[in-house]
């Protein structure tokens, strides 16, 4: 399907011919061509299968835009593209992709003011030299910052955390229109990935337009780039991007594929058709003109011979050849956790008290709760000094009599190791807690084999139980740190302790790379969410996530265990 990269194509030709002042006539139709395509339903390759003629009987193509479509077909480029590239500063079209500056401000722009960027766009605008362009106000100006923002920060990743309750949210709105059958989440976000570049969203139905007129219309909606028939794309108010697709139900199945991607996974699949004497697109799977799957995601992985892919896995890192070999893992799910291993609460710096916990615990079904508050080096975080320990586990214990132990608090704490690997409670300390984190709280920038051998230290200590968020990154903040992990793994397996993922949305630590690493050397993985308030339990879906983009399956894990065996692992560890 190559409908949006040719479209994509003939709106940068018209961009581009506009800025460089061509008749308005020839503008218009590239655009109007490049609109078209963007809305049809057909694969253009299938059209361009009846040559010229039949192209040229499709609206708004006409000889000469038949025939670069046949260029790019056969040869991957329309020259004409190509040589108008060369005539127009390629940070041009970026500055007219901000809502508001056309092609003709942007010409202005760089004629008199030499706007050839984002960069210089902000110059022009902070400055008010941009005022001196006549025709531009004050409020015109303000305008353009607002919208050159959100442009800007469309441009960076996010945590998944961030957005993916926004983005269920405008499912469930979307699913509410009576025009739409079904509606999901794809893209990166369905599939878990730690941060996300955009949203993606696909709604079944049969009247597009009057789902994305009413989509446009949502109140978290500032920038409307796109709206037709088939998809629509905007910007919210905190400057993500959402693309909204429409399919016809019939093709709910093979559109969820298709927008869930990677692409990666989906050229793999795509590849797999083929071999078969099929065609895979997001409108289904096709064998010559008949369509044998696309209804449901299950029966177009069925037609290409593979069981259902969970999204987690679908980033070509082995699942197609383990699918096709029936040997997908049996992966972890959220049904199964039993209790949250790392949660703080005002005992150090935690916002919820200890009954709290325990209720929001219950609230979610859970059997146990690990209180893990932090030892004192962390000062901004309030540390318990050790001489207070034994007054939390008592005041723990209470809350546990209270409540019957349903849920169970876990008397526990999350360990500063030190910059040599000492921990930062005295062993009769860590003697009388029921489960002990150790995690890296400062001196992130050890060289590697300092850092390995801190981490090693800790783990030979022998009342600790986990290595929680072991690489100690922060998304967007900073870097993991730089340890031997191989290593590190192998000796917390030969200690049979268990190592993280952190589920904190900013966190995500383990990353998924590395927590597969972990899986495949048989470590028992702990799965938390860090949380400081009883809304932070809710990222347990985000570790769960990760979980399966590391193809864990519940026997990995160790919070899918009852409280008693989860006992007597934490017993087993100590000997
Ligand atoms: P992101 O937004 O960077 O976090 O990552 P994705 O995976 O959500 O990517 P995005 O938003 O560009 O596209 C959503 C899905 O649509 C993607 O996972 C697969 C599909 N897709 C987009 N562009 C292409 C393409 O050129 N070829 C193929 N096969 N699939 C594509
Ligand atoms: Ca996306
Ligand atoms: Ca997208
Ligand atoms: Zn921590």
Redesign the pocket.
């Known amino acids: 399907m190559k409908n949006?990269?040719i479209a994509r194509i003939f709106s940068e030709i018209a961009d581009m011919l506009d800025f460089l002042g061509d008749s308005p006539f020839r503008v218009r139709a590239y655009r109007a061509a490049a609109r078209y395509l963007m809305d049809m339903e057909e694969p253009i390759e299938r059209v361009a299968e009846g040559g010229e003629k039949a192209l040229e009987e499709l609206p708004y193509i006409g000889h000469d835009l038949a025939l670069k479509i046949l260029e790019y077909l056969e040869t991957g480029k329309v020259k004409k593209h190509e040589e108008l590239k060369k005539k127009v500063p390629p940070g041009v079209l970026e500055v007219m992709r901000v809502p508001g500056v056309g092609p003709r401000t942007a010409k202005r722009l760089y004629d008199e003011l030499g706007v050839d960027s984002l960069a210089r766009l902000r110059e022009v605008l902070e400055s008010g030299e941009v005022l001196e362009l006549s025709g531009f106000g004050e409020k015109k100006r303000q305008r353009l910052l607002h919208n050159l923002e959100l442009v800007e920060a469309a441009g960076r990743?996010r945590p998944l955390g961030e957005v993916l309750w926004l983005a269920r949210e405008l499912v469930a709105r979307l699913e509410r229109l009576p025009q739409v059958e079904h509606a999901a989440l794809?893209?990166?976000?369905r599939?878990y990935?730690e941060?996300?570049?955009?949203l993606?969203l696909l709604a079944a139905s049969r009247r597009g337009r009057a789902v994305t007129d009413a989509f446009v219309r949502f109140p978290e909606v500032d920038e409307v780039l796109l709206a037709g028939a088939s998809r629509a794309t905007v910007f919210l108010k905190t400057g993500l991007q959402v693309?909204l697709k429409i399919v016809e139900p019939e093709a709910w199945g093979s559109g969820l594929q298709?927008?869930?991607?990677?692409?990666d996974h989906?050229?793999k699949l795509?590849a797999l058709a083929l071999d078969r004497g099929l065609k895979l697109n997001e409108y289904g799977v096709w064998k010559g003109a008949e369509r044998v799957a696309g209804a449901s995601e299950e029966e177009v992985y069925a037609a290409l011979g593979l069981p259902w892919i969970p999204p987690p896995l679908r980033e070509d890192r082995g699942e197609i050849e383990a699918a096709r070999e029936g040997r997908l893992p049996q992966l972890v799910q959220l049904e199964q956790i039993r209790g949250d291993l790392q949660v703080h609460s005002t005992w150090s710096d935690g916002k919820a008290t200890l009954e709290e916990l325990a209720r929001a615990a219950a609230a979610r079904g859970y059997e146990y709760l690990a209180v893990t508050d932090h030892s004192p080096a962390v000062r901004v975080a309030g540390g318990v000094p050790p001489e207070k320990v034994a007054e939390r586990i008592a005041a723990i214990r209470a809350v546990n009599e209270k409540t019957g132990g349903r849920p169970y608090l876990l008397a526990g704490a999350e360990v500063d190791i030190l910059p040599d690997g000492s921990l930062d409670y005295p062993d009769e300390v860590l003697a009388r807690l029921e489960i002990v984190l150790v995690s890296v709280h400062a001196h992130f920038d050890l060289d590697r084999e300092r850092q390995t051998r801190r981490l090693l230290r800790a783990l030979e200590n022998p009342y600790v139980h986990v290595l929680a968020h072991p690489s100690a990154r922060h998304l967007g903040k900073r870097g993991p740190i730089e340890a031997d992990w191989e290593k590190v793994f192998q000796r917390a397996r030969e200690l049979g302790k268990a190592v993280e993922i952190d589920g904190y949305y900013a966190r995500l630590d383990l990353p998924d790379a590395l927590a597969r690493r972990a899986g495949e050397l048989g470590l028992m993985v702990s799965l938390s969410t860090d949380a400081h308030a009883t809304d932070h339990l809710r990222y347990m879906e985000l570790a769960v996530g990760t979980a399966q983009r590391a193809w864990l399956g519940p026997d990995r894990v160790l919070n899918t265990r009852s409280l008693k065996e989860l006992q007597s692992w934490l017993a087993g560890v100590r000997g």
């Open positions: 949006a990269e990743r794809a893209g990166s976000a599939r990935k941060t996300v570049g955009d993606d693309d298709y927008f869930t991607g990677s692409k989906s050229i795509r």
